[in-house]
Structures are given as structure tokens and as C-alpha cells.
């Protein structure tokens, strides 16, 4: 088995610094391994206990070969480990453990590279959060488990996927691949992105990326990579600054990042574009050009054609269409404004119509519920009219819309509250 | 009693079209102006009810005389409605019934407006929502009813007036005036600004507009006008067409907008901006020009420093103060960067530093909550050090923070999700 395919899908994992106390990581770890239902062998090591959360501990020395191993013990002892387990044949790591470079120990880091190459391991971290591959049932993480997805997000910042598992968490939201490389003192973000690109079950993956370890091959791998989004810490001569004492990055020429990386990659401008960007992924959202906005509220149509077209698509003229439908006043170019007055009845023909058009490739459906239209009759003429083409939905109201957005989303179609993030939503489609 | 003065703050309001139908928008603004606790007489108008919620029922020709009147009748009967009140010495009216100019009636508007010119009423609408002035508890609207609150929002587009009102209510946030001035057939921009800027109660308003109709009147008022934020509909070609056939409004040269109405007002991108400025509003939060940002996040903080950084908000250096309480790599200049184990008594003392520090205007506190420490904790220490400079939290991690943010918005410290977002938000403070 390859060391990259041993880190993302182990026949088998030990669980190095498992622990029997819940307020320690290595038995969060453990936990999420064994509750996320991984279907390989589980080894916990810790040379002081017999069993823990039901599985029998070994220590290091007796344990069973496994493909993988994750290491949370004290950063010291953590170079020893590796040794040991490379002598065993373990292909890979990951060293949950921090206390090196972040903290000045240099030589504790390359000491535990050392120990890795002589055996030809190799180590994710140190100073990481883990990984999630959810298509391997594989949580080897202290992190919250989120439920399944098909996105795929990589972050050098341990804290913000943090942030985004537990927003994602909170919303009842999926991911399917996560991967928080730390100190990266050996698998860097070129490396990911070769295993990853290659992953026929991944359409798509987002990075977050203060500074690039290995420009030029991380640039390599992206031309032949299909969706990568990368959202860069240190855009600015500020953050630029501050990502030199986070994680050490040399942010380098910013502009030059945003014009080479950028040629091969969708840039995110902030964390509301990587939610989005996660959005688009977890809904397998398609590429589009054309998009009618079809809406029952005049300004928020205005607020999001605007944002359309700054973001570069086009609104094509869709006034030949039949649409005695509408009424008299309703607008019927694009935004076709159904006015407030619009019910199931003429929310379902406008998509009907839409499905149809074939110079629409995508639909952004914005809803604010009248005070005696309920958002659920409106979404349920969306579903009910099956859309032949990639949608979105705006569903403005807060609370009101709840359930409305529930419906949608269960039946395929991401829900944002804001017409500027719907636009943003579907330019951020992926291509086939 | 003025006019104008009149529509936002009657001693008596007549509702024309008053209902015992709760279905119909006559009955529901009855009910908001009478549940939002009005305090003069509330007389409801219908020729075939003798009480309506409890309160003696008219006809308009025996009705008696009041400040202004809320109308919620067939368009067609609106001018005469408007005649009869003239007559009786009735100073405004709020016209909510739609049909009039925005259908194509355009002569019905006409006949309108001439009927209150002739008595000197001024006229809000038609085709609006209605107002609301928490100040006075004055709610003639048939939106959802917000807590009172600072805030003033004025908005040609009334689906996004109530898109706004739903999502604050969500929130639990609130609102202290609204306007939805519909068709502005008598009342326009022009009018409100010099009304509302007066107003001591206000010490900022956001206004959405699509066109100004008219547009010198409007730039002359914001000269004296202090803080002023403004959402442009119709910023691109083609939500500038969007616009044009939603209000009929001329939004005009876009580039001229921008620069002249953005020299006396700040300028909002989006709807999540609009937000971020009703936010600022209600907490009062006071502008700021040099920001320190304390986080336990390296990733967030970056990316709160590139924004700070593009919006022209400075980011002083902060190496020489004494930080001995940190752990020794933790970053000491600006993002102070506590690292992920900061606890109560670290973030409680950096706070301490902070509230002394000649160079620092506004802080923004951005934590993600590590495994180990509640949010609650963090937030507790912020609140202990008793911050003398205005703060913005950002605090990442969905349910997992849901308490420590309701902790702060109580003492007043407003509270985002994300670190870009904390970034605009301070850069929205109010000038004294």
C-alpha cells in the first residue's frame, strides 16, 4: 500500500497515546475512529492500560502491524514513536501532537522527519487536527464529526477547519474529505493535492493556504486538477504579515499567487465564498454561464444581477417567452419579476418555462414570503416543476423560511438568505 | 403639527380599511399599530363594522379628525379616501394599497397626489409597507412587528424591507425606524433624509435605493447628514436594467453615484453589509481607525487582518507592550495570536493590555473554541476586563458558541460569525 493511500484509506489504524480519560485527544481520536464506523482493524497503544472503549491496548512495542498510525503523545517522545513504527512497517502517520516548529523546537521537527524518511513513512502534521475521509468511514480526528459530503476541504490553519467543521455541524451540513496538514514538516499541500486530484469519488476540493512549501509542483498538480478552490490567508501587506508569525509562510508575491494560481484555480475572497465553495460541492452544483433569476421581490432581483454581473455571468433576455401567466405589470426580461402576488400557480409555469429556455443554463430563485403566501407553497412549485437545470435558491425571511429551506435542500437545491450569496452560489459551480 | 412630523409621530391615527378579517393587511396593521403599544387614539375606518379589535369602528365622513391615517383600500378609491381625510384636516397619509403607477396607473397616482397637494397633506407611498418608529411606538405597518431598537432603515423596495424586518426578528434583533416609501409618488429620499436627520433619537441611517428622484435635494441633505449608509440597487448594467423595470428608476450614472453620494455617505456592497451597518446602529459602535485584533486562531486572525487592511483600517504595532502572560511563541504584535490554549485568565489580561494602549481605537476579538475551552470562558473574560474601547467578536463554531454570543450581545459587544465579516463590522462604527 502507498503511504498517501495508508494516511486517506488504512486496512488498519493504531491509535497511538489512546486514552481511557475523555478530556484527553487520543481519546476523542479513538472515538471518532470507532463511532464513524471505520471497517479496519483499531489498535489504541498505551503501554499502561488493557482495554479501552472496549478494543485491547498494546503498547508500542507488542502492538500488531498496522497500515497507519495516529500519534498523540508529548512532542519529545513523538520521534521514538515513529522510529518504532517504521521499523514495523507502518507506511504513515499523523502527529496530532503539538510543541515543535510552532514553538521553536526545529530540531525536534527534523528529528521526526528523519525517523519517517529512513523508513519511508510518511507523516501528516505535526501540530494537525486530523483528517476525515467519510468515503472510507475514516474520522481520525479530535474535531467534531460532521456527517457525509462529497466536498473536500484542505487547511493549513488547524483553527479555521475547526471553525468550518463545527459551522457545518451546526447547520446540519457534510463533508466528505477534510484535512488540516499543520506544520506540514513533511506532507505539504502539493503533495495533497497529487493524491487528491486523482480520487475518482472527489469532483472538487477547497484549500485554504497562508503560503505554499512546494510552489512549483503545487502549481503543476493544479493543471491537471479539475475544481480547486483556494481561499489564501495573507492576501494583504496586514495579513501578509500576520501569516509570517502563524505559520511561518512566506505569503509571497501576492499578486503574482493570484495570477498563477489563479489560472488554474477558482480564488475564494473570503470565508463566506468557502462555505459557499463547500455548498457547491456537497450539491454537486454544475458549471453554468446563462442565468435567469426568477424572483417574487423586485429589489433583492436588482441586488443579485448586480452581483451576477459583477461576478462575469450573463442575464440573457428572456422577454420572446410566453408568460400570460404573469401579471400584466410583472417584469418579463431577466430578472423576471413575478411580483408579490405570485403563488404556486405561477411559480410552477415560470419554471416550467425556464426548464425550456435554452438560453438559460441556470436558475437563481429568489423568495421573500408575502405575508400571506407561505415560502413552503412556493417551494414546493419549484420541486413539483422538476428543474432540468442547475438552481439555487435565495430564501429570504429568516425563521419564515425554515421549512422551505429544509424542503429544497432535501430535494437537491442549496438554499442561501442573501441574493448576493446566490449569485456568488452559482458561479461557484463545478465543471464536469 | 408638521406634516411630516405627523406621518412618524401622530397624537391620533386613523386606519382606513380596517378589517375584522385577519386575513386582510387593513386588519393586521390595526393590530401592529395597537399591539406595538401607540399611545393616542387609534380610530379604525370601515363603513360596515361597528368595532374592530376591540375599538369603535367609523365611517370616514363621521370619523373624527386625526394627525395622519394608514390607507388599505382598493387603489381605485384611494383619491377620494385622500379628499375626505384632506378635508377633515388630516395632515398625512400612509398609502399601502398597491395598483396605482407600478401597474401602469399612472393618471390614478396623479389624481392622488393632487388630492393631497390641494389640502397640504404629504403622502407615504403608495405601494408600501408602511413605517415604523419605535420611538414613538408607532408600528403602521403590516410587517412583522421587531423589538425596538437603534437602527433606521429606509428602503424603495418593500420585499426587501420585509426580508430585513423577518431576519432581525429571526435574530432577535431589532429596529428604531422603517420606511418603506413604495412609489414615492408625494415622499421621496430627498424628504425622509431631511426628516430623519433631524431626528436626535437617530444617530445614524441605512437607506436601499434604486434611483434618487431627487437627486441634488438628496446629496444637499446628506451634506449635513452624520452617518449616512447607503445599498445601491442597480450598480451594474444589468442590475441597473433589473432596476428600471422594477421602480422605473433611472439609477443612473453608476460611476457618478458612487463617488458623489459616497463622499458624504459610506457606501454598502451587499445585503450582508446592510446587515453589518443595522448592527453597528443598534450597538452604537463608535468608529474606530487603529484596530487590534486578538485572537486564538492564526488562520482567522490573517484573514481578519487582510480585510482590516482593505478597508483602509490600520493594524499598529503592538510588540512592546509587556505580553509576559503568553506562551513564549505565541505572535505579540497584531494579530496578537494567544494560540489555541488561551484560557480565561490569558484573554483576560491581553484585554487589560489592550484597554491601556495609547495606539489602539477598537478591538476585534476573534476566538474559535478549542476541544478544552468553552466559549462562555473567553467571553467571560472579555466581559470581566471591562473593555474601554469598542469591540467586535467574532466568534466561529455555529452551536458551539451560541451562548457565549448571546453572553456578549447583552453586555452590548456585538457578535459575528466570520473573521471577514468582524472586519467590516468595526469598520462601520459611527462617528460621535
Same mark, same amino acid.
Given at each position: 500500500?502507498?503511504?498517501?493511500?495508508?494516511?486517506?484509506?488504512?486496512?488498519?489504524?493504531?491509535?497511538?497515546?489512546?486514552?481511557?480519560?475523555?478530556?484527553?485527544?487520543?481519546?476523542? $481520536?479513538?472515538?471518532?475512529?470507532?463511532?464513524?464506523?471505520?471497517?479496519?482493524?483499531?489498535?489504541? #497503544?498505551?503501554?499502561?492500560?488493557?482495554? $479501552?472503549?472496549?478494543?485491547?491496548?498494546? &503498547?508500542?512495542?507488542?502492538?500488531?502491524?498496522?497500515?497507519?498510525?495516529?500519534?498523540?503523545?508529548?512532542?519529545?517522545?513523538?520521534?521514538?514513536? @515513529?522510529?518504532?513504527?517504521?521499523?514495523?512497517?507502518?507506511?504513515?502517520?499523523?502527529?496530532?501532537?503539538?510543541?515543535?516548529?510552532?514553538?521553536?523546537?526545529?530540531?525536534?521537527?527534523?528529528?521526526?522527519?528523519?525517523? *519517517?524518511?529512513?523508513?519511508?513513512?510518511?507523516?501528516?502534521?505535526? %501540530?494537525? *487536527?486530523?483528517? @476525515? %475521509? *467519510?468515503?472510507?468511514?475514516?474520522?481520525?480526528?479530535?474535531?467534531?464529526? /460532521?456527517?457525509?459530503?462529497?466536498?473536500?476541504? #484542505?487547511?493549513?490553519? =488547524?483553527?479555521?477547519?475547526?471553525?468550518?467543521?463545527?459551522?457545518?455541524?451546526?447547520? &446540519?451540513?457534510?463533508?466528505?474529505?477534510? /484535512?488540516?496538514?499543520?506544520?506540514?514538516?513533511?506532507?505539504?499541500?502539493?503533495?495533497?493535492?497529487?493524491?487528491?486530484?486523482?480520487?475518482?469519488?472527489? &469532483?472538487? @476540493?477547497?484549500?485554504?493556504?497562508? =503560503?505554499?512549501?512546494?510552489?512549483?509542483?503545487?502549481?503543476?498538480?493544479?493543471?491537471?486538477?479539475?475544481?480547486?478552490?483556494?481561499?489564501? =490567508?495573507?492576501?494583504?501587506?496586514?495579513?501578509?504579515?500576520?501569516?509570517?508569525?502563524?505559520?511561518?509562510?512566506?505569503?509571497?508575491?501576492?499578486?503574482?499567487?493570484?495570477?498563477?494560481?489563479?489560472?488554474?484555480?477558482? $480564488?475564494?475572497?473570503?470565508?463566506?465564498?468557502?462555505?459557499?465553495?463547500?455548498?457547491?460541492?456537497?450539491?454537486?452544483?454544475?458549471?453554468?454561464?446563462?442565468?435567469?433569476?426568477?424572483?417574487?421581490?423586485?429589489?433583492?432581483?436588482?441586488?443579485?444581477?448586480?452581483?451576477?454581473?459583477?461576478?462575469?455571468?450573463?442575464?440573457?433576455?428572456?422577454?420572446?417567452? &410566453?408568460?400570460?401567466?404573469?401579471?400584466?405589470?410583472?417584469?418579463?426580461? %431577466?430578472?423576471?419579476?413575478?411580483?408579490?402576488?405570485?403563488?404556486?400557480?405561477?411559480?410552477?409555469?415560470?419554471?416550467?418555462?425556464?426548464?425550456?429556455?435554452?438560453?438559460?443554463?441556470?436558475?437563481?430563485? $429568489?423568495?421573500?414570503?408575502?405575508?400571506?403566501?407561505?415560502?413552503?407553497?412556493?417551494?414546493?412549485?419549484?420541486?413539483?416543476?422538476?428543474?432540468?437545470?442547475?438552481?439555487?435558491?435565495?430564501?429570504?425571511?429568516?425563521?419564515?423560511?425554515?421549512?422551505?429551506?429544509?424542503?429544497?435542500?432535501?430535494?437537491?437545491?442549496?438554499?442561501?438568505?442573501?441574493?448576493?450569496?446566490?449569485?456568488?452560489? @452559482?458561479?461557484?459551480?463545478?465543471?464536469?
Amino acid at each position: 500500500m502507498e503511504p498517501l493511500e495508508s494516511l486517506f484509506r488504512p486496512r488498519s489504524v493504531a491509535v497511538v497515546g489512546a486514552s481511557r480519560n475523555p478530556k484527553k485527544l487520543g481519546h476523542v $481520536i479513538l472515538k471518532n475512529i470507532l463511532e464513524g464506523g471505520f471497517e479496519g482493524d483499531i489498535i489504541p #497503544v498505551n503501554p499502561k492500560a488493557d482495554e $479501552i472503549l472496549g478494543l485491547k491496548a498494546y &503498547d508500542i512495542d507488542s502492538m500488531p502491524r498496522t497500515d497507519t498510525a495516529v500519534i498523540s503523545i508529548p512532542a519529545k517522545y513523538v520521534p521514538e514513536a @515513529i522510529e518504532k513504527l517504521g521499523k514495523k512497517g507502518v507506511k504513515s502517520a499523523i502527529v496530532i501532537s503539538s510543541g515543535f516548529a510552532e514553538v521553536g523546537n526545529v530540531d525536534l521537527q527534523r528529528s521526526l522527519v528523519k525517523a *519517517a524518511r529512513k523508513h519511508g513513512m510518511r507523516v501528516l502534521g505535526p %501540530n494537525c *487536527a486530523g483528517l @476525515i %475521509n *467519510a468515503f472510507h468511514k475514516y474520522y481520525p480526528t479530535f474535531e467534531v464529526r /460532521v456527517k457525509p459530503g462529497k466536498a473536500a476541504f #484542505v487547511t493549513q490553519s =488547524g483553527a479555521l477547519g475547526g471553525a468550518v467543521l463545527m459551522e457545518l455541524y451546526s447547520l &446540519d451540513k457534510g463533508l466528505g474529505v477534510f /484535512v488540516s496538514y499543520g506544520n506540514a514538516a513533511d506532507v505539504n499541500e502539493a503533495d495533497l493535492i497529487e493524491y487528491l486530484k486523482e480520487r475518482e469519488e472527489l &469532483d472538487a @476540493i477547497a484549500f485554504y493556504i497562508e =503560503g505554499l512549501h512546494e510552489g512549483r509542483r503545487f502549481v503543476e498538480a493544479l493543471k491537471g486538477a479539475k475544481n480547486v478552490y483556494v481561499l489564501k =490567508g495573507g492576501k494583504t501587506e496586514a495579513g501578509s504579515k500576520a501569516a509570517s508569525s502563524h505559520t511561518a509562510s512566506l505569503s509571497g508575491d501576492r499578486a503574482m499567487f493570484r495570477s498563477i494560481v489563479g489560472a488554474y484555480a477558482r $480564488i475564494l475572497n473570503d470565508t463566506r465564498e468557502l462555505f459557499l465553495a463547500i455548498d457547491a460541492m456537497n450539491y454537486g452544483l454544475k458549471r453554468v454561464r446563462r442565468v435567469a433569476i426568477l424572483t417574487n421581490s423586485g429589489g433583492p432581483g436588482v441586488l443579485a444581477a448586480d452581483e451576477l454581473d459583477k461576478l462575469g455571468l450573463e442575464l440573457p433576455d428572456l422577454s420572446s417567452y &410566453d408568460r400570460s401567466f404573469l401579471p400584466p405589470f410583472a417584469s418579463r426580461r %431577466n430578472p423576471i419579476d413575478m411580483a408579490a402576488g405570485a403563488d404556486y400557480d405561477v411559480i410552477y409555469k415560470s419554471m416550467k418555462v425556464l426548464n425550456e429556455a435554452p438560453e438559460v443554463d441556470g436558475i437563481l430563485f $429568489i423568495f421573500v414570503p408575502p405575508i400571506h403566501i407561505p415560502a413552503e407553497n412556493a417551494v414546493k412549485a419549484i420541486i413539483d416543476a422538476e428543474p432540468k437545470k442547475p438552481v439555487v435558491a435565495v430564501l429570504m425571511g429568516g425563521s419564515f423560511v425554515k421549512n422551505a429551506r429544509v424542503m429544497l435542500e432535501k430535494h437537491g437545491i442549496p438554499v442561501v438568505s442573501h441574493p448576493e450569496d446566490g449569485a456568488k452560489l @452559482i458561479s461557484l459551480g463545478l465543471s464536469p
